[in-house]
């Protein structure tokens, strides 16, 4: 990654963040972070985002906004080396999400399959709102203001960029050279690309209750590992077992390394025998239960213990959270002081139209 590239990623506060987020972003955020191989790194709380389909729940948002940020300073995001942010304090944002809205037609925000997918899962049919509608434009705004060159997504997030990238460059084509068009960064891990509900559905979801929290303690993450959905055709343990479509050894593909199963498991050396020795029957869904939930803990406590720390001082991760958005508004705002130039809508600035319309008057 070059030095001067500008990362750009952020989640929706409709909850606590789970081990889905974990796996999918913020393993990843964290890596990217400690190598230190950027210009600037913003992740933000999208809060203006997340109250398009909560509007008439803005509590939950509010609440939800320490939550997220706990988590975030948990997995080990540093604001002495990153930036981190609220959406809806930064007002520049919305200023160039409204100008962004004449770049683009109803349908083409229409034919957006991650949008359909949203509209889809959420019920909204004919009765969209139109903030939710128009969210890629919003993270157009989002991408643009802080000329992020790097966005690290999941593969569902695709058409978002793709449509930002369309938006970046119909404004250059109008206006100048102004606006950066950004790359998506995905996951390394393609099963981290979108890691399962402990049910076994497509999506780990807060709404379906399958999700494993980063904040949960050590007995829900073992009760929760124990009722996981795994091969429903494997009734005995002499029966030979699927790996496709089985929850454990999906979770096992993201989060076990070879130095699990010396610890753990010793006689395995590495998951392709577990798997070889489930698929042909003889070992039974407690026994790999038993170790995920192993790894899991090893994963989790560390994050658990800082999340009790940063949980002491909680005025002071307020404060943090004020000096990163006073930080990201001036870079904003900057952007933004170029949008305008660009737009010629920078009027009391542009000292030369202020002459020239004073000459031109003058001279009648």
């Given at each position: 990654?070059?030095?001067?590239?500008?990362?750009?990623?952020?989640?929706?506060?409709?909850?606590?963040?789970?081990?889905g987020h974990y796996v999918g972003s913020l393993r990843r955020r964290v890596e990217l972070q400690n190598a230190g191989d950027f210009k600037k790194m913003f992740v933000f709380i999208a809060d203006a985002q997340a109250l398009t389909d909560n509007i008439d729940?803005?509590?939950?948002?509010?609440?939800?906004?320490?939550?997220?940020a706990l988590d975030y300073l948990a997995c080990g995001l540093d604001p002495e080396k990153i930036t981190i942010f609220i959406q809806s304090q930064i007002p520049e944002l919305c200023e160039l999400s409204f100008y962004f809205m004449d770049l683009?037609?109803?349908?083409?925000?229409?034919?957006?399959?991650?949008?359909?997918?949203?509209?889809?899962?959420?019920?909204?049919?004919?009765?969209?709102?139109?903030g939710f509608f128009t969210y890629p434009i919003s993270?157009?705004?989002?991408?643009?203001?802080?000329?992020?060159?790097?966005?690290?997504?999941?593969?569902?997030?695709?058409?978002?960029?793709?449509?930002?990238?369309?938006?970046?460059?119909?404004f250059n084509h109008i206006y100048g050279d102004t606006l950066v068009e950004p790359n998506i960064l995905l996951p390394q891990n393609a099963v981290c690309c979108r890691l399962p509900g402990t049910d076994g559905k497509a999506k780990m979801s807060k709404s379906l209750g399958n999700c494993i929290y980063l904040s949960d303690t050590a007995k829900d993450v073992e009760k929760k590992v124990k009722s996981m959905y795994t091969d429903p055709t494997h009734?005995?343990?002499?029966d030979p077992g699927h790996i496709e479509g089985n929850t454990v050894f999906t979770y096992l593909d993201a989060f076990s390394k070879p130095e699990h199963f010396a610890a753990y498991w010793p006689?395995?050396?590495?998951?392709?025998?577990?798997?070889?020795?489930?698929?042909?029957?003889?070992?039974?869904?407690?026994?790999?239960?038993?170790?995920?939930?192993?790894?899991?803990?090893?994963?989790?406590?560390?994050?658990?213990?800082?999340?009790?720390?940063f949980e002491k001082d909680i005025p002071?991760?307020?404060?943090?959270?004020?000096?990163?958005?006073?930080?990201?508004?001036?870079?904003?705002?900057?952007?933004?002081?170029?949008?305008?130039?660009?737009?010629?809508?920078?009027?009391?600035?542009?000292?030369?139209?202020?002459?020239?319309?004073?000459?031109?008057?003058?001279?009648?």
């Open positions: 990654m070059a030095k001067d590239t500008v990362i750009l990623t952020g989640d929706r506060p409709t909850g606590r963040l789970h081990i729940n803005p509590e939950k948002v509010r609440q939800n906004v320490i939550e997220v683009v037609t109803v349908s083409r925000l229409q034919r957006n399959p991650t949008v359909k997918t949203e509209i889809g899962m959420r019920g909204f049919e004919s009765s969209i709102p139109v993270q157009a705004a989002d991408i643009t203001a802080f000329r992020a060159t790097t966005v690290p997504a999941g593969e569902d997030q695709k058409p978002m960029l793709e449509q930002a990238t369309e938006i970046v460059r119909r009734l005995r343990v002499e006689e395995y050396q590495n998951l392709d025998e577990v798997k070889a020795h489930y698929q042909r029957g003889g070992l039974g869904d407690m026994k790999v239960k038993k170790f995920l939930n192993k790894i899991l803990q090893e994963e989790l406590e560390p994050i658990r213990q800082r999340r009790a720390e002071a991760v307020y404060e943090m959270l004020k000096k990163g958005c006073e930080e990201a508004r001036a870079v904003a705002a900057e952007t933004l002081s170029d949008v305008r130039r660009a737009m010629k809508i920078n009027y009391f600035d542009d000292a030369e139209l202020i002459a020239e319309q004073a000459k031109k008057f003058a001279s009648k």
